[in-house]
Each structure stands twice: as structure tokens, then as C-alpha cells.
């Protein structure tokens, strides 16, 4: 990436999937899973390193530690492996992200930055300070633990959505897994 010459991955692939009925990470996209494809994009766009939060070992995932806590519980569990630098946070379910959302959200140099209307993905410049908000906001309960309050607490630069609508696109039903294939695959 442009701007930023180390940055690493969080790619969120934990949860229940509950809204989809079925394991989205293993929904089948390409020439393999939404789990391998999006580790791959990752790693293809330059991410140095891609952190799985989730039981999926065969990329050496971390399993969530306390079940039902989204992706900030899961983001928070994940705060003590994350070296100081630039990340990226991404989910499992985004097939169609592209570099250059991932190059225009590394390179504001803003604490935090997302797309305006989306949580994720999303780029945090992680120090002893960006940790222990992480840690923070996970720690609470119910609407307060999320990573729009965690957006909150530390300040973050909103980019414009129009540019990256089609980058953006995520499935969480099984109506929005198949217009996303019927549109795609």
C-alpha cells in the first residue's frame, strides 16, 4: 500500500453466522471459501500478517474466548497480539473488498478510519493507548461493547461511501448471499 510500508490483518471469521443459518466462513467463493478467499485478498494486498479471530484452524485461527460478544468482543480478545502499527479489520463476509479501499483507509494517518455507514472494514493505528480503548469497549456489555463505540472513543475519519459501494457489499442471509453469487460468481 501506498503510504504505509507495514500493516497488518484482522479478519473477523468468528460468530454464529446466525442471520445466514449456516458458517459463512465456509460458504463456498471462488476456487475455495469466504474464509481462504478473504485471507488470501488480504495477504495479495499486502497485509504483512492476517490475524483470524475465530475457530478455523486451518489458518491457525484464535477461537473466541467468550461466545456471543460480535466483533468487538472478538477484537478486544485479539488487542494483546496486536503489535503497534497500522491494521486493517475486515470480516469474513466482504468477497468483493478491494485494494484500493484498503489503501485509502491506511493512508488518512487517522487514529481510526471507515467508510461512512460501515463499521468495517476498518483501519486502526494500534499503540499502548488504541490498545486499552480496544480492551475497554470490548469489556462492556450489550449495544456499548461495538465497533462503533470503539469509533467513537478514539476518533475516527469517515471517508465518503459512494466510491466503494460495490467493495462494500457483505452477506449476512441467504438472499444476500445469492444476489451477491448471481450478481458475481
Known amino acids: 500500500m501506498s503510504g504505509v510500508s507495514t500493516w497488518r490483518a484482522v479478519l473477523l471469521a468468528g ?13 463456498l467463493w471462488g476456487n475455495g471459501t469466504l474464509l481462504t478467499h478473504m485471507h488470501a485478498r488480504l495477504i495479495a494486498a499486502g497485509a504483512d500478517d492476517v ?6 484452524p486451518c489458518l491457525g485461527g484464535i477461537p473466541d474466548a ?10 478486544a480478545q ?9 491494521w486493517i479489520v475486515v470480516p469474513v463476509d466482504m468477497p ?7 489503501q485509502a483507509l491506511l493512508t488518512t494517518g487517522a487514529t481510526c478510519t471507515c467508510v461512512d455507514g460501515h463499521p468495517l472494514p476498518m483501519a486502526l493505528r494500534v499503540d499502548a493507548a488504541t ?3 480496544i480492551e475497554a469497549v470490548g469489556a462492556r456489555s ?4 461495538s465497533l462503533r463505540a470503539l469509533q467513537r472513543a478514539v476518533g475516527t475519519c469517515v471517508l465518503p461511501a459512494t466510491r466503494w459501494e460495490h467493495a462494500l ?5 441467504p438472499a444476500e448471499w445469492r444476489a451477491l453469487q448471481a450478481e458475481f460468481c
Do not use: F, Q, W, Y
Request: glycine share 14%.
Open 78 to 86: 485479539l488487542a494483546p497480539r496486536m503489535h503497534d502499527g497500522a
Open 96 to 102: 468483493l473488498l478491494s485494494v484500493d479501499l484498503l
Open 15 to 27: 460468530g454464529r453466522s446466525s442471520r445466514m443459518g449456516t458458517d459463512k466462513a465456509a460458504l
Open 51 to 56: 490475524i483470524v479471530s475465530g475457530d478455523r
Open 66 to 75: 467468550t461466545l456471543d460478544t460480535g466483533p468487538m468482543g472478538a477484537l
Open 142 to 145: 450489550g449495544g456499548e461493547r
Open 169 to 173: 457489499r457483505n452477506c449476512n442471509t
Open 131 to 133: 490498545r486499552t480503548v
